[in-house]
């Protein structure tokens, strides 16, 4: 018969966190913007986590340019979701402030 052992919380390994040079975050990051690789598989090729390489993306990928007078109808549809998205998350993010602001003044009191 086979046991299955369990593993108490004192006898679990603690993981040891990893640290990432910039160059190899801009390597990492560089998968996403210029090779068009999505986000899960850059992190796969690379071995980091999902979260981490958005973390970097969000911290070295440069900003987008505008479209310009003569842009396609796609370019500009592409950019008004672009804007809608960043709008939806800075509209989170205020709501977000204005409940910790209010909690925080009312725990103050």
């Known amino acids: ?11 679990q390994e603690k993981r040891s966190r990893r640290s990432f040079s ?3 975050q801009h390597d990492a ?6 090779e ?4 899960a598989a850059a992190a796969q090729a690379v071995g980091v986590t999902v979260k981490s390489l958005r973390a970097w ?5 440069p900003q987008p ?5 003569n842009a396609t109808v ?4 592409e950019e008004n979701r672009r804007l809608r998205r960043e709008l939806r998350r800075a509209d989170l993010e205020r709501e977000i402030l204005k409940k910790a602001t209010a909690y925080f003044a009312k725990e103050s009191l």
């Open 22 to 24: 910039e160059d190899f």
């Open 29 to 34: 990051v560089r998968l996403v913007v210029e």
């Open 1 to 11: 018969m086979n046991e299955v052992k369990s593993l108490s919380k004192g006898s």
């Open 36 to 39: 068009k690789y999505t986000f």
């Open 65 to 69: 340019e505008p479209c310009g007078d």
């Open 74 to 77: 796609e370019e500009l549809r």
């Open 57 to 61: 993306h969000k911290k070295f990928a």
